[in-house]
């Protein structure tokens, strides 16, 4: 049962990836601008037809895009991303050094916002009607309705500009290599930006689903049997944490997302900061390997939190997964 759910997933997964890259690179296509322009460098005004056409010849930019895409995807299946326009360097190469970035950044983030929503939503849930649930249920909706980056200007501003305490971008002291005291002085501001940007509406949804519990028949009868507060409350945690969990795995994408903004905001060098520089210069083998290595780490993302759900829920446990 285990290896046919295994199974099944990794072939969803698979589906999924081909889906998003075959959108994706008919989406680039389809968009104003010409590939060619892009190989040609920093004089793309002055291309002639006859110049175009001969770098369209040379990297199969005239062929149907339907034939582009099949080269493509074969050639990325053997990890050959092909060469940035840009650089003239190997994608895999561009990707593999800004991914380990953007995983601390998302990694931090996700932590920080898992920890501090599973304190605050409990809290608030078990005290229900009390004045930190509904300042909670106001700060979500707040923290959630504010955009990344003008909170991102708001802190630089702050914390950067008049306080002095942290650097507003970059990654490293550029006077040199501060160690990992320096890189974790840098990237305070984009984690406060996205932890507040999320911890808000997670902490909200465990609020909810801990009411709900707390509402529940088995709560009321375990109260009037004395069965001890502590014991509820960690049997309450329990059995809210299962949808809790469901809603992280949704929304692992939205973290890569908002690190999107953030890491142009602030100067941060990962796969965010190198997306948005490759559609500035129709890099389009960059963004088509950003887009797939990004889709990779999603589904990795969500299959763990499948195999986390499977240890918390003993009805899956059983032989119940579908």
């Known amino acids: 049962m285990i290896a046919k759910w295994i199974g099944k997933r990794v072939i969803l997964g698979t589906i999924v990836l081909i889906i998003v890259s075959f959108l994706s690179f008919f989406i680039m296509h389809a968009a104003p601008g010409n590939p060619a322009a892009a190989y040609y460098g920093g004089n793309a005004q002055t291309l002639t037809l006859a110049e175009q056409e001969r770098i369209e010849k040379a990297f199969g930019l005239d062929r149907p895009v339907l034939l582009q895409y099949g080269t493509w995807l074969s050639e990325a299946v053997k990890g050959n991303l092909g060469i940035s326009a840009k650089e003239g360097r190997p994608v895999i190469t561009i ?3 800004r991914l380990p970035n953007t995983l601390q950044l998302v990694a931090l983030t996700l932590f920080i916002v898992t920890i501090v929503s599973t304190w605050l939503g409990l809290r608030a849930g078990m005290k229900e009607g009390s004045l930190l649930d509904r300042g909670l249920s106001i700060f979500s909706i707040a923290s959630s309705a504010i955009p990344p980056f003008w909170l991102g200007i708001v802190c630089i501003i702050i914390f950067s500009l008049q306080l002095g305490w942290f650097p507003s971008s970059g990654m490293n002291d550029v006077r040199g290599n501060g160690g990992w005291l320096d890189r974790l002085n840098h990237i ?52 809210s944490v299962i949808p809790y969990i469901n809603y992280i795995g949704v929304t692992i994408p939205s973290f890569f997302g908002g690190s ?5 905001l602030f100067g941060w060098s990962g796969l965010g900061s190198l997306l948005v520089k490759s559609v500035m210069v129709k890099d389009f083998p960059v963004l088509m390997g950003a887009i797939l290595i990004i889709g990779v780490v999603v589904v990795i993302c969500l299959f763990v939190i499948d195999v986390l759900m499977i240890c918390i829920n003993p009805r899956l446990r059983r032989g119940e997964i579908v």
Do not use: C, M, W
């Open 188 to 239: 305070v501001l984009p984690l406060i930006v996205l932890v507040i940007s999320h911890v808000g509406i997670f902490a909200r949804f465990l609020q909810d689903s801990v009411k709900a519990e707390n509402r529940s028949y088995y709560v009321q009868v375990a109260r009037a049997n004395g069965v001890p507060e502590r014991q509820i409350r960690n049997l309450i945690l329990r059995n």
């Open 95 to 97: 990707l593999l050094e």
């Open 260 to 264: 999107i903004v953030v890491e142009t």
